[in-house]
């Protein structure tokens, strides 16, 4: 079985620069979610996708971070404006997004980017 | 925040157990608690679940107390492979509810 494929896996950009990360989900995937890690940190959730629709996205700085999850398949994530503090590696998992049963997260092995 | 607490770092010697303490204390009656482990510049890894008693698959036992306040993560015979940051979350089923993950247990298995 294939895994969650994640694209770039390293961006080095300039401040006030435009990115993009890609991922493609386990098939069959129905839940797919987009996190944050800050070097020494734990993963900290951005936003959470059940299908195409967003099922929690409270952690997103909305002014420059979006998402997008067409057909309810493959997902991107977008930085417009980036900032220095963005520099982290951002990762994509997926899951069954099963209802009554505990659902395991499966990730992809992230993008690290890199803001000067 | 994170509602759980781990030890920054611990180390084992390869081939012996090793034993990894998760302190819980505000667990809800239906929250799980789950196990993952990061690699070195891999995504996490999910190890084990469990609700109340005790749970053990191909990687790893866990022990969960009576009063589900704290648990343990057993690797039983660690290898080199298993130095990793090991983080412990309580959770819902995470359809639903978030994973939050703390600062997690650095494992450095050693010869």
């Known amino acids: 079985e294939a895994g969650v494929a994640q694209s770039p896996r390293y961006k080095i950009i300039e401040k006030r620069q435009s990115v993009a990360f890609w991922c493609n989900p386990i098939s069959g995937h129905a839940t797919l979610y987009w996190y944050q890690q800050i070097l020494g940190q734990g993963p900290k959730l951005l936003i959470q996708f059940q299908n195409n629709g967003v099922v929690d996205d409270s952690q997103l700085p909305k002014d420059r971070f979006s998402a997008e999850r067409l057909k309810g398949v493959d997902s991107t994530l977008k930085i417009q404006p980036a900032k220095l503090e963005d520099s982290a590696v951002y990762l994509c998992?997926?899951?069954?997004?099963?209802?009554?049963?505990?659902?395991?997260?499966?990730f992809g092995p992230g993008t690290r980017l890199t803001v000067l | 925040d994170a509602k759980t607490t781990q030890p920054p770092s611990m180390d084992c010697a390869e081939g012996r157990a090793a034993n990894l303490p998760c302190n819980h204390s505000t667990i809800s009656g239906n929250e799980y608690v789950y196990w993952y482990r990061q690699i070195h510049s891999q995504g996490p890894q999910y190890i084990i679940h469990g609700l109340k008693n005790n749970e053990t698959n191909e990687m790893a036992s866990l022990i969960i107390t009576e009063d589900r306040k704290s648990s343990t993560l057993i690797l039983p015979h660690a290898t080199l492979r298993d130095t990793a940051v090991y983080y412990c979350i309580v959770s819902f089923s995470s359809n639903t509810g978030k994973l939050i993950f703390g600062q997690g247990t650095t494992l450095q298995v050693k010869p």
């Open positions: 998992a997926s899951s069954l997004g099963a209802i009554t049963s505990t659902d395991t997260q499966y």
